[in-house]
T-cell receptor, first 115, second 114 residues
Framework: NAGVTQTPKFRILKIGQSMTLQCAQD?????MYWYRQDPGMGLKLIYY???????DKGEVPNGYNVSRSTTEYFPLRLELAAPSQTSVYFC??????????????FGEGSWLTVV | QKEVEQNSGPLSVPEGAIASLNCTYS??????FFWYRQYSGKSPELIMS????GDKEDGRFTAQLNKASQYVSLLIRDSQPSDSATYLC??????????????FGKGTKLSVIP
């Protein structure tokens, strides 16, 4: 019963490095999301996707890129990492839009530190 | 005015007491809400949703929506230390533009004291 799987769980990056956070879901959900959560703050939406091949920006997309070539996978790419990107990243999915009442399923999070 | 206002706490209640978590909202948000719970270091999880005026009960949890006064609350009866977490009042955005985006604020941190 995997649900939403994120890797890696922890990562330390140096300033200027790039990396990809992986996200996979096995529930055949059309909708997928990437959020970040800074210490003591709420979640902020980075990017979302309503289906394979369709992505759109959320509230804080700068410094990130996404792709959605299949229903299952929704990787988040960080280009030229900056200390401001130190955060916890959550991938999530839902069968319909987030506001429709269906549950959003979250991954366990990826802790990223940029030094 | 923010769309949703929620006291960040911490709210401390003794074990066995009723914990009352409240939020108020502006006219700009849809009048349906979700309550999420987030344990420290964990991802949020949906515990209740409420779409219509009045009360909705689920076990020890009761969600209340008062559209006239524009507030929504979550009551936790017989509070347990395991209820210690941050509770997020999240407005639905209905359908249409922006409906895919939920806004997760900082929430209210609840601490249940044994």
């Amino acid at each position: 019963n995997a649900g939403v799987t994120q890797t890696p769980k922890f990562r330390i990056l140096k300033i200027g490095q790039s990396m990809t956070l992986q996200c996979a879901q096995d529930m055949n959900h059309n909708y997928m999301y990437w959020y970040r959560q800074d210490p003591g703050m709420g979640l902020k939406l980075i990017y979302y996707s309503v289906g394979a091949g369709i992505t759109d920006k959320g509230e804080v997309p700068n410094g990130y890129n996404v792709s959605r070539s299949t229903t299952e996978y929704f990787p988040l790419r960080l280009e030229l990492a900056a200390p401001s990107q130190t955060s916890v990243y959550f991938c999530a999915s839902s069968s319909t839009g987030a506001s429709s009442g269906n549950t959003i399923y979250f991954g366990e999070g990826s802790w990223l530190t940029v030094v | 005015q923010k769309e949703v206002e929620q006291n960040s706490g911490p709210l401390s209640v003794p074990e066995g007491a009723i914990a009352s978590l409240n939020c108020t909202y502006s006219d700009r948000v849809s009048q349906s809400f979700f309550w999420y719970r987030q344990y420290s270091g964990k991802s949020p999880e949906l515990i209740m949703s409420i779409y219509s005026n009045g009360d909705k009960e689920d076990g020890r949890f009761t969600a209340q929506l008062n559209k006239a006064s524009q507030y929504v609350s979550l009551l936790i009866r017989d509070s347990q230390p395991s209820d210690s977490a941050t509770y997020l009042c999240v407005p639905s955005r209905g359908s249409g533009a922006g409906s895919y985006q939920l806004t997760f604020g900082k929430g209210t941190k609840l601490s249940v004291i044994p």
